[in-house]
Nanobody, 124 residues
Framework: QVQLVESGGGLVHPGGSLTLSCTAS????????VGWFRQVPGKEREAVSCIARYDVRTYYVDSVKGRFTISRDSAKNTVYLQMDSLKPEDTAVYYCAAVYYSGVTTETRDFTSWGQGTQVTVSS
């Protein structure tokens, strides 16, 4: 398992932008698939985006396609989620997760390491 630390959440107006960061303790972080999930009270955790080992593939849930971008800076052991054109329905606690795996996956049970979560609130 790797230790993951998220940052970048906050309060933003509709239409605004935020960038979430997920920094890992493992120097082999680029060999991990990394996912971003979100959860609101009373609902299941939802996969938002995932980036595969060596960044060869990405996944986005339909509701964020064209607005969110996942990327990785291997030198900094960090994965980012750039969120643009934010909507109130994007409000949630966002979690990053990692697994030593070559593909992309959206199943929470597949991930072996999780961050602590960061709150994103989109409100006027």
């Amino acid at each position: 398992q790797v230790q993951l630390v998220e940052s970048g959440g906050g309060l933003v107006h509709p239409g605004g932008s935020l960038t979430l960061s997920c920094t890992a303790s493992d120097v082999r972080f680029n060999e991990h698939a990394v996912g971003w999930f979100r959860q609101v009270p009373g609902k299941e955790r939802e996969a938002v985006s995932c980036i595969a080992r060596y960044d060869v593939r990405t996944y986005y849930v339909d509701s964020v396609k064209g607005r969110f971008t996942i990327s990785r800076d291997s030198a900094k052991n960090t994965v980012y989620l750039q969120m643009d054109s934010l909507k109130p329905e994007d409000t949630a606690v966002y979690y990053c997760a990692a697994v030593y795996y070559s593909g992309v996956t959206t199943e929470t049970r597949d991930f072996t390491s999780w961050g602590q979560g960061t709150q994103v609130t989109v409100s006027s």
